[in-house]
């Protein structure tokens, strides 16, 4: 499975490919950081960000894209640029049709290093050392896209099976209700 992990920002937008499936050892295709002007206008900022986002996606051909999922923080106008950088991250997606996952940060954290609470130098040095790069990769953006990749290698297995194990779970539910509907039916075209 290819993977592209994008770790969104307004001004640095971490991108990260990796190939692989869970339990054999990961691939790093590529990595890199799509980077907008601080001083630029934000919507201007956000098509940047799509050009950027269109490029790796047309350079590497993922199987899916992993989000980081945005989560609050105390600088609001900072989780704003973070959401609509996240939201173009996942429109470039949707329109190839590619699937697309949100991750938190601690699942990623957790995956990758075992911690849901592990530093940034930690990540960074598991991912170094996941994909076997002589360093981890900088800024620390690029590291963050390229363990979204990983995480979601790893968790989209077990999240698909449980996945479909909920959805036979209600079509079983369905067919009972369906069931029982008929048979109050029948009783009621017997009296």
Do not use: Y
Request: charged share 25%; hydrophobic share 45%; with cysteine.
């Amino acid at each position: 499975m290819r993977v592209l992990g994008i770790d969104p920002g307004l001004t640095r937008c971490g991108v990260g490919v990796v190939d692989g499936v869970a339990g054999r050892p990961l691939t790093m295709v590529g990595v890199g950081v799509v980077r907008t002007p601080a001083e630029a206008e934000t919507h201007d900022r956000l098509v940047l960000i799509e050009r950027g986002v269109e490029e790796w996606l047309d350079a590497h051909r993922p199987e899916a894209v992993a989000v980081e999922r945005v989560f609050s923080q105390h600088n609001v106008r900072t989780v704003m640029g973070t959401a609509q950088a996240s939201a173009v991250a996942m429109l470039c997606a949707a329109r190839r049709g590619l699937p697309v996952a949100l991750h938190t940060p601690s699942e990623v954290k957790a995956a990758v290093t075992g911690s849901g609470r592990a530093e940034k130098a930690q990540v960074g040095a598991m991912v170094a050392r996941l994909l076997r790069l002589d360093a981890p990769p900088k800024p620390a953006d690029a590291a963050d896209a390229l363990a979204l990749a990983i995480c979601h290698i790893w968790r989209a297995p077990a999240k698909n099976r449980l996945q479909q194990a909920h959805e036979a779970q209600k079509v079983q539910q369905t067919q009972k209700v369906q069931q029982a509907m008929a048979a109050q039916r029948l009783k009621g075209t017997r009296r």
